[in-house]
């Protein structure tokens, strides 16, 4: 029976009228996949709880920060201690160097890190930065990677822009669109002909080392170990956007899972625990071009904020202690994998999963998805059909075909059985 969601339907007309499109990020609307998105009041562990009273289990997991569930106590206990100290000073703490400490000893390659407030920020903030350490102006980003809304980005970009097919944004001036350059993912060849094409112009390559933003999209071998080079011999700065990847693909992200260093880092709502926080870092001899040490200008009020590093910074301490986490995490998001394929084999469903870790995405295609051409050309409406046959049973997905999953390590094996009981009832009819 489908769950009643009267209240849900009446907020968003009521939000319609006050906020763009009754949200505050597009891909809330589900606009692609049809219908009315489902107002959230709580969640706790591994579900999610809506105004009508519905539980669900939950496989975005806030795009990615809840990676030990939603409400984790420390945490919580943790920002409710630091909010009877003041919620912002706009000056300088002892838990921002304690912060900037932990993730050194998490992710080797980074000797100095900057706090910002967002994803957006600290990929805006990273690009600026390698202009301003090479001296060169263009960047190449990838099709169908997402690194936030900061101009320079929205150039075939995936996430909320491919959910609603955006191919061209108003307001983004032809200056900004001419000095970033795409290349498919997954094609090194691609890569090589834009650096010759542009001999001694391009300040950095950035990527998602591992895609989240059109599915999960995974690199194939050797392909950023030929990136790197490329940017070890023509001074390119190399960027990875671990926003979706660091801390949950490993202690270290996917430079440590895939054994790959990067020049610069970015990283985002996972470091916050849930709030609003990103960060940008790296190697020294780059960052320290970052004022107040060098003229590259970077600045924030809320960077650094008190309640967002307590919040990250317990959920990253608990992360570096037990490291355990990642394997569990890895053996039920395999789990759902194994039985999610034998549904759709038995059912002859074509499809692909795509996997690293506790992030997978499921397409409804007979072609291996490696870049943004493959994940458009999979059924689409399918996997809209698809979405609304588990929401409707409890199983709530990202509502975009063009969005990985992100499981929680509050999941038990019992919601996992649950969720695949639930996909084994779907008809493509
Ligand atoms: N574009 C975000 C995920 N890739 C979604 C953000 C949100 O709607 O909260």
Redesign the pocket.
Same mark, same amino acid.
């Given at each position: 029976m489908k769950p009643n969601i009267a209240h849900s339907i009446s907020l968003f007309e009521r939000a319609k009228q006050s906020i763009p499109g009754g949200v505050n $990020?597009p891909?809330?609307a589900f606009k692609s996949v049809g219908g009315t998105p489902v107002f959230i009041k709580s969640a706790k562990g591994a579900y999610l709880f809506d105004e009508d009273g519905n539980k669900y289990i939950d496989y975005i997991n806030s795009?990615g920060p809840m990676i030990l569930g939603h409400g984790y106590e420390p945490v919580v206990k943790a920002i409710q201690e630091k909010a009877t100290a003041s919620t912002s000073f706009g000056a300088p703490t002892l838990l921002e160097i304690e912060m900037a400490e932990l993730i050194k000893s998490m992710v080797k390659n980074v000797d100095l890190i900057r706090m910002v407030s967002s994803g957006t920020e600290a990929c805006m903030s990273a690009v600026r930065l390698a202009r301003g350490y090479t001296g060169k102006n263009k960047i190449i980003k990838f099709e169908g990677c997402?690194h936030g809304h900061a101009d320079c980005f929205l150039v075939k970009a995936g $996430?909320?822009m491919a959910t609603l097919n955006i191919q061209t944004v108003p307001g983004v001036t032809a200056g900004v669109s001419l000095d970033t350059l795409t290349a498919p993912y997954n094609d090194p060849e691609a890569v090589k002909k834009l650096v010759e094409e542009n001999k001694n112009e391009i300040a950095a390559i950035i990527i998602e080392p591992v895609v989240g933003?059109m599915g999960c999209i995974l690199p194939e071998k050797n392909y950023l170990e030929g990136i790197r080079k490329i940017c070890d011999e023509e001074n390119i700065v190399f960027i990875f956007d671990e926003v979706m990847t660091g801390f949950r693909l490993a202690p270290g992200g996917a430079q440590e899972k895939l054994n790959i260093d990067a020049d610069l880092v970015t990283y985002g709502k996972v470091i916050g625990g849930g709030l609003p926080v990103g960060a940008f870092g790296g190697k020294k001899k780059i960052m320290e071009h970052i004022a107040p040490l060098g003229n590259v200008y970077q600045a924030g009020t809320l960077s650094g904020n008190p309640i967002a590093m307590i919040a990250g910074y317990t959920m990253l301490k608990e992360l570096k202690d037990h490291p355990e986490t990642y394997k569990e995490l890895d053996e039920k998001c395999g789990y759902l994998e194994k039985n999610l394929h034998e549904i759709f084999d038995r059912k002859n469903i074509k499809h692909r999963i795509n996997r690293m870790g506790s992030m997978i995405s499921l397409h409804f295609c007979d072609h291996d998805v490696i870049d943004f051409e493959s994940a458009s050309k999979a059924d689409i409406p399918l996997f809209n059909k698809f979405f609304h046959h588990m929401l409707e049973s409890g199983i709530y997905l990202p509502p975009s075909a063009y969005?990985s999953w992100f499981l929680s390590n509050a999941l038990t094996y019992e919601d996992l059985d649950e969720t695949i009981k639930v996909a084994d009832s779907f008809s493509e009819q």
């Open positions: $990020s891909v809330r795009w997402y $996430s909320g933003n969005e």
